[in-house]
């Protein structure tokens, strides 16, 4: 089946009741579904191990499900794997550029193997490395790349096939903040340009908030939320209180209706109320009649991370150690040469 | 059209391992110590002691092809290595998310395996005749030679990759390699000949591809007698075509 057939209309990804059981009985993702528009950036949001790589997995027919309808562009990619992979673009958490070739090199040899005719090959591999800021280092080993420039040069090089669907497993994962942000503007650029419906994971809040138009929030395997991030920041209701004690003393039951504490890091409590404006003075008086000092209040609306919170029961940082684990890896796979 | 796009497939995983070869030749001249030094040491002094009776050939003439075969073997057990190595980074994965099929990229890695073999023996057949081992040095034969080696690279590549697909991880495979390359090496015909064997490692040799390989690799470089060229390409290629096979099916379960 060529791209051409396959449905103009359908959604990009529709999933449903999506599981895949790991033996033996890890449930890794658990009747998952959602339905991705054409054009949309859709996110999914949640820490190591809640099932955000294996439903990538699925979807673009690296791993079979153990139950559960996939579709991409309304072809089934149970039946038909081939013309699935032909309309997408994968770009998974590790590196996946060969550092002992060049940057044209590595992309020449994809657009082979997604078998784009020996005509437009030159060109559009040109055109992808230009796209992505990397025109002038195209024939240099890889191996003397910065990781935000192999980030990049992975985004390049699926873009030889014109990918319609681009996946994203942790695009900045272990980059610098500005390669980060160059990696950001791209995929916007890309949506902007091309119109390409791009799925991103991310345990990174503000990457999922800057980047998505909707978002899924995965825990232990299941969708736990979804929709805009707009939405979800509204759907937690009221606002963030953070309070910063003058000392960091033991913190006494703060009344109910009052507010509820979400979050605590050394000195600095941050609590969810119904009105914040309202709210913060009572904290700040009750907290005085216990005899506890304050030096700052601020009141904010909710982010990602108390949508998080609310609808999983824990915080995304608890994650943070995975992620560092990935980062030396991706320093290591630099410097291994 | 799915015939096409496998060949292609296959023939560009390959090219890929030998434009880094082209990069980096380095291993290519370190792989090059080991089948010199047996060559050398091994082969010169088993020949002027006259300990393996291996007439009408000279000792250093009876090893050449034996050596050239493992040398091949070593390059090639590895291989499952790499393909793991290429998971762990994400390369693999990226391969796999193309359409190109899925015994293509199995086939192509089997075929880079034949590529770093095929270069492997140029270097010790220019050792040989450096050495003035007399060897046949008709086209015909050395063109059966290279499609020879290319064959026994794809072989025990793919029962590498085989494996991989169980083991999983680079100790395993590294553990698993090296206890099969010298079994496999010391059970064949490589540095002496079958009937001089023990029978329970006689059995063993017979139903060893290695041995042949060898075999095979004489019949070119040796005796010009290719009476035994059907049963040695029969029994490489169907090992070759079953393990390739099982490591397509397998492959996917390094990624999962």
């Known amino acids: 089946m060529a791209a051409s057939e396959l449905h103009s209309s359908a959604p990009a990804i529709e999933v449903e009741h ?10 890794a993702v658990d009747d998952v579904s959602f339905s991705v528009d054409q054009g949309e950036v859709f996110g999914m949001l949640g820490p190591n191990g809640a099932g955000k790589t294996t439903t990538i997995k699925m979807i673009t027919t690296l791993s079979p499900p153990t139950s ?22 994968y770009v998974p958490q590790s590196v996946s550029v060969d550092s002992d070739l060049s940057a044209y090199e590595n992309l020449l040899v994809f657009s082979k193997l997604f078998f784009v005719g020996s005509k437009d090959r030159s060109e559009r591999i040109r055109s992808s490395l230009a796209y992505m800021g990397l025109a002038d280092r195209a024939d240099d080993l890889v191996k003397t790349y910065s990781g935000g420039m192999m980030r990049r040069l992975e985004i390049a090089q699926t873009l030889v096939n014109r990918p319609r669907i681009l996946f994203l497993d942790e695009p900045s994962i272990g980059l610098d903040p500005a390669s980060r942000l160059s990696v950001h503007e791209s995929i916007k650029r890309l949506k902007h340009d091309y119109d390409t419906t791009i ?43 953070t309070i910063k004690l003058a000392r960091g003393e033991e913190l006494p039951a703060i009344p109910k209706q009052m507010a509820l504490v979400s979050n605590r890091n050394g000195s600095t409590v941050e609590l969810l109320a119904e009105n914040g404006d309202e709210a913060a003075p009572q904290i700040i008086s009750f907290l005085d009649s216990k005899g506890i000092a304050t030096e700052s209040v601020s009141i904010s609306r909710p982010g990602l991370d108390d949508v998080f919170l609310k609808y999983t029961k824990k915080h995304l940082e608890d994650s943070e150690d995975a992620a560092r684990a990935n980062q030396s890896r991706r320093s290591f796979m630099r410097h291994a040469n | 059209m799915r015939v096409w796009r496998s060949i292609s497939s296959s023939l560009t995983v390959a090219e890929m391992e030998a434009r880094r070869v082209r990069h980096d030749p380095t291993e290519l001249f370190t792989r090059l110590i080991q089948p010199a030094l047996w ?14 009776d291996t007439a009408p050939y000279t000792y250093l003439q009876f090893i050449t092809p034996g050596i050239l075969a493992q ?25 796999l998310s193309t359409p190109a099929p899925r015994f293509s990229v199995v086939a192509g890695k089997s075929l880079a395996a034949g590529v770093r073999g095929l270069l492997q023996a140029v270097m010790i057949f220019v050792l040989a005749l450096v050495l003035g081992i007399k060897l046949r040095l008709d086209p015909l034969d050395i063109a059966g030679v290279f499609f020879l080696i290319v064959i026994n690279a794809m072989c025990f590549s793919s029962l590498s990759m085989l494996l991989a697909g169980f083991l999983k991880t680079r100790d395993r495979m590294l553990g698993i390699g090296q206890a099969m390359t010298m079994p496999l090496f010391f059970g064949s015909n490589a540095i002496y000949p079958i009937s001089l064997m023990p029978t329970w490692l006689q059995s063993l040799a017979a139903i060893n591809p290695l041995s042949y390989v060898v075999q095979g690799l004489r019949a070119f470089l040796l005796s010009g007698d290719y009476s035994t060229i059907p049963l040695d390409l029969a029994v490489v290629g169907v090992f070759t075509v079953v393990m390739l096979t099982g490591a397509s099916l397998m492959i996917r379960r390094l990624v999962e």
């Open chain 1, 68 to 89: 559960g309808l996939v579709k991409v562009f309304g072809v089934d990619a149970r039946t038909h794997p081939e013309a699935v992979r032909s309309t997408l673009g």
């Open chain 2, 39 to 52: 060559l050398l040491i091994f082969g010169e002094v088993f020949t002027s002691i006259r300990a393996i």
């Open chain 1, 199 to 241: 799925f991103i994971t991310t345990h990174d809040m503000g990457e999922a908030d800057d980047l998505c138009d909707r978002i899924a929030i995965m825990d232990a395997g299941r969708v736990a939320a979804l929709g805009s991030p707009d939405d979800l920041k509204k759907s937690v209701g009221g606002d963030v209180v």
């Open chain 2, 71 to 95: 040398s091949v073997l070593f390059v090639s057990i590895f291989y499952g290595i790499t393909v793991v190595w290429e998971r762990d980074m994400g390369l693999l994965t990226k391969l």
């Open chain 1, 18 to 27: 999506l599981t895949k059981v790991y033996p033996p009985s890890i449930r």
